[in-house]
C-alpha cells in the first residue's frame, strides 16, 4: 500500500467537500472493489473518505408504495432483513446469493450500485423494479442511472444516499453465479406491477440492460411459454473465459424462465 489521507465525515455536506478539497479523492464503503483496486494499483486516491460514519446513509424502511434501502446497508443487512423479506423478497434472496459470507458482511448496497460492475447483481434488481436513486444533489431514475460498465450517472463527488424500489405485485431474480466469485454470469430480475412488466439483465453485456421483448411478451401473457421462443441478439454479449456471447444470449432467456416460472410459484 502506498500512503494517502484518510478522513471520516459526519455528513453528506462533510463528504462532500473534502471531495471537492481533494486531489483525487474516493469514497469508501464496504471497501470490497476499492481495496483489491488499490492494492493491485488499478487506483490510487490521494484522499479515501470513509462513509462509515454519516449516519443518514444507513437504514431500511418502507415509505407507502416503496422499499428504502440506505447505501451504506450491507448485503447481509438485506438479506435478512424481515422488512426486505415481507415486501420484496426477491431482494432479499438476491442479497443472501451474493459472494460468500465475509463479502455479504462488508459489501454495501450502495457500493455495489455505485461501482456498476457488469456481472454485479443488484444492477438488475434497479433496473427491473424501476428504482428511484436518491444522491446528496437529486433523485436518478433507474433507466437513466446505468450507463456503462463500471460508469453510472453520478457525477464527480456526488454521493448515492438511498435506494427507492417500488413495491411490485411480484418479481424474482435468477442468476447463473459464477462458481469461484458468485458474480452473475447472468443473471435476471423480472417485475410485474399493474400488469406491467420489466425485465433486466446484468452480467450478460457490459452494463445491465431492459429486454424489450420478453418485457412485451409477458405484458400480453405471462407464462414461461410466452418467451420460450425467444432469442436474444448475441452481438452486445460479453465473450470471455466464463462464458461464450452465445451462451449468454440462450442463459438470458433460460433464467428469465425460471424467474417467470418462480413467479407464478408465487402468486
Ligand atoms: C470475492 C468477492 C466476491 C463478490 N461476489 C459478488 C457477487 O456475487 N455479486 C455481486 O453483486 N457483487 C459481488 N462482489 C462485490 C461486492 O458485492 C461489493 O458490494 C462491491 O464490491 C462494492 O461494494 P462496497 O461497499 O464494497 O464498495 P467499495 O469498494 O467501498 O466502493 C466501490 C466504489 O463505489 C464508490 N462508492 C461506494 N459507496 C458509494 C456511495 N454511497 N456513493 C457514491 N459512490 C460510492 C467508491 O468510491 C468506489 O469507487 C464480490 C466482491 C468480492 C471481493
Do not use: W
Request: net charge negative; with cysteine.
Amino acid at each position: 500500500m502506498y500512503d494517502f489521507n484518510y478522513h471520516r465525515p459526519t455528513s453528506l455536506d462533510q463528504a462532500f467537500e473534502i471531495f471537492s478539497n481533494s486531489e483525487d479523492a474516493s469514497y469508501l464503503a464496504g471497501g470490497h472493489t476499492l481495496l483489491p483496486s488499490m492494492k493491485q494499483r488499478l487506483a490510487a486516491p490521494t484522499d479515501i473518505i470513509d462513509l462509515g460514519g454519516i449516519s443518514s446513509l444507513e437504514g431500511i424502511k418502507s415509505e407507502s408504495d416503496e422499499l428504502v434501502i440506505g447505501a451504506l446497508t450491507n448485503h447481509d443487512e438485506v438479506a435478512t432483513s424481515a422488512l426486505v423479506s415481507s415486501e420484496i423478497p426477491s431482494i432479499a434472496k438476491l442479497a443472501s446469493n451474493i459472494g460468500d459470507a465475509q463479502v455479504r458482511n462488508r459489501g454495501t448496497i450502495g457500493g455495489s450500485i455505485a461501482n456498476s460492475d457488469p456481472a454485479a447483481d443488484y444492477p438488475a434488481a434497479v433496473l427491473g423494479l424501476g428504482a428511484r436513486l436518491v444522491t446528496n444533489k437529486r433523485v436518478i431514475k433507474a433507466d437513466d442511472f446505468f450507463v456503462d460498465m463500471f460508469e453510472t450517472a453520478l457525477e464527480e463527488g456526488e454521493i448515492l444516499q438511498e435506494i427507492k424500489f417500488p413495491k411490485p405485485d411480484k418479481s424474482a431474480y435468477q442468476k447463473l453465479p459464477n462458481p469461484a466469485s458468485r458474480y452473475a454470469v447472468v443473471g435476471v430480475f423480472i417485475a410485474s406491477r399493474n400488469g406491467s412488466v420489466r425485465v433486466a439483465i446484468t452480467g450478460a453485456a457490459p452494463s445491465v440492460f431492459r429486454a424489450p421483448e420478453l418485457e412485451s411478451r409477458l405484458s400480453e401473457s405471462f407464462s414461461v411459454e410466452a418467451i420460450e421462443n425467444v432469442t436474444l441478439e448475441s452481438e452486445l454479449m460479453n465473450d470471455d473465459m466464463h462464458a461464450s456471447a452465445a451462451y449468454r444470449a440462450s442463459l438470458c432467456v433460460v433464467m428469465a424462465k425460471r424467474a417467470v416460472a418462480d413467479m407464478l410459484k408465487i402468486s
